[in-house]
């Protein structure tokens, strides 16, 4: 008996979950034919394994029932990048934004755009 399958995903997965997230609907070519733009070549079998995957979790959701599947994204950017983020937080930084935050600003410089940025959120979470 194979284990279930994981609910995270892989590094694999992730890349063609931003192709949904970007385009919206499309078929295993279309994904691949996406990835291969943005310079990740990868075989036309490994993406629709990796979207018959990522619609076994619960990831993306097939729209039609004739060939070729479409798919279109079950989950958004945001929650799962939330659920990523979450997940970061507690396992790495043992729950401490402080910590997130500290690491994040030391990593390196912040441009005036993130900076601007920074200082914008913090404006309005004092509101």
């Not at 619960?58 to 039609?64: A, V």
């Not at 479409?70 to 729950?95: I, N, P």
Request: charged share 35%; proline share 2%.
């Amino acid at each position: 008996m194979g284990r279930p399958p994981a609910k995270d995903l892989t590094e694999r997965e992730l890349e063609v979950m931003h192709v949904f997230w970007r385009h919206g609907e499309a078929t295993a070519a279309e994904t691949r034919d996406r990835l291969a733009a943005a310079g990740l070549d990868r075989t036309y079998t490994t993406i629709a394994n990796l979207i018959r995957g990522l619609a076994d979790k619960g990831f993306l959701r097939q729209l039609n029932e004739e060939r070729p599947f479409c798919y279109k994204a079950a989950r958004s950017h945001e929650d799962v990048s939330g659920r990523l983020l979450g997940d970061l937080l507690q396992r790495v930084f043992r729950g401490s934004r402080a910590q997130l935050l500290k690491q994040l600003v030391e990593q390196r410089t912040l441009t005036a755009e993130e900076r601007s940025l920074l200082e914008r959120i913090l404006k309005e979470q004092d509101r």
